[in-house]
């Protein structure tokens, strides 16, 4: 039986962070590979993310 690839979850959080949702440290422009990244959520991206849904759905 041939072992299953890891699933990893880096492309998510680039794309998350390429759209301003997430923020990183480092940065990704000076990132280098294998090295650790902490994530954390954008808080004023996410917001205005809800309210513009929100409105598009008509429920504000």
Do not use: C, F, H
């Amino acid at each position: 039986m041939k072992p299953r690839p890891k699933a990893t979850v880096a492309p998510y959080l680039g794309e998350l962070e390429g759209a301003g949702l997430v923020l990183a440290k480092p940065p990704r422009e000076s990132r280098e590979r294998g090295e650790w990244v902490v994530y954390w959520v954008n808080d004023a991206a996410v917001s205005e993310l809800v309210l513009r849904l929100a409105q598009e759905l008509g429920e504000i």
